[in-house]
Antibody, heavy 116, light 110 residues
Framework: QVQLVQSGAGVKKPGASMKVSCKAS????????IHWVRQAPGQGLEWMGW????????KYAQKFQGRVTLTRDTSISTVFMEMTRLTSDDTALYYC?????????WGQGTTVTVSS | QAGLTQPPSVSEGLRQIATLTCTGN????????AAWLQQHQGHPPKLLSY???NRPSGISERFSASRSGNTASLTITGLQPEDETDYYC???????????FGGGTKLTVL
């Protein structure tokens, strides 16, 4: 079946970087964009950016420009989201989601806690 | 970045009809419509309706979406206890070149 499986939860110190993976299966990896969306505790959804797995082209929300990098490895049908200079405000649940017109399949989410 | 506007909470009775709204502008909802997502606590969002108001496979006919101008609506008929959860709308904003979400509506089934 179609699914996106994300890497496990992590705890990071302020100023550190994090890298979360999102492995796709059950469909043609290069046919759908992959988005990253985060959700702070008790808050709503916040779009971070997308990557076109076929070309590698990316688009980031203005808020995350320069701090988030999306990459992909087509050989393993996996997208990576790296975020640098972490602060406590980055403590959140991070989701990947595929999209061809709307975000129709979501990963299970990866909890990232930023704490000293 | 500016998001879409949703009422924080809506309450309706069991087996009744709930209508959730999502207001944007000409660059997002008014342009290509809004998708609707349902999210239960501890779970990822689930797509209920595409921006063209079509339902994905497997989504109950009790959920229907529509749009009038810059406001999108999700109507849930025959409310069930399991419908009590959070609902989000999303849209592509052509002016911002970004996806935007509503703040979410918590639906309570009385």
């Amino acid at each position: 079946q179609v699914q996106l499986v994300q890497s496990g939860a992590g705890v990071k110190k302020p100023g550190a970087s994090m890298k979360v993976s999102c492995k796709a299966s059950g469909y043609t990896f290069t046919a759908y964009y992959i988005h990253w969306v985060r959700q702070a505790p008790g808050q709503g959804l916040e779009w971070m950016g997308w990557i076109n797995p076929k070309s590698g082209a990316t688009k980031y929300a203005q808020k995350f420009q320069g701090r988030v990098t999306l990459t992909r490895d087509t050989s393993i049908s996996t997208v990576f989201m790296e975020m640098t200079r972490l602060t406590s405000d980055d403590t959140a649940l991070y989701y990947c989601a595929r999209e061809i017109f709307d975000m129709d399949v979501w990963g299970q989410g990866t909890t990232v806690t930023v704490s000293s | 970045q500016a998001g879409l506007t949703q009422p924080p909470s809506v309450s309706e009775g069991l087996r009744q009809i709930a209508t959730l709204t999502c207001t944007g502008n000409n660059n997002n909802v008014g342009d290509q419509g809004a998708a609707w997502l349902q999210q239960h606590q501890g779970h990822p969002p689930k797509l209920l309706s595409y921006r063209n108001n079509n339902r994905p496979s497997g989504i109950s006919e009790r959920f229907s979406a529509s749009r009038s101008g810059n406001t999108a609506s999700l109507t849930i008929t025959g409310l069930q206890p399991e419908d009590e959860t959070d609902y989000y709308c999303s849209a592509w904003d052509s002016s911002l070149s970004a996806w935007v979400f509503g703040g979410g509506t918590k639906l309570t089934v009385l």
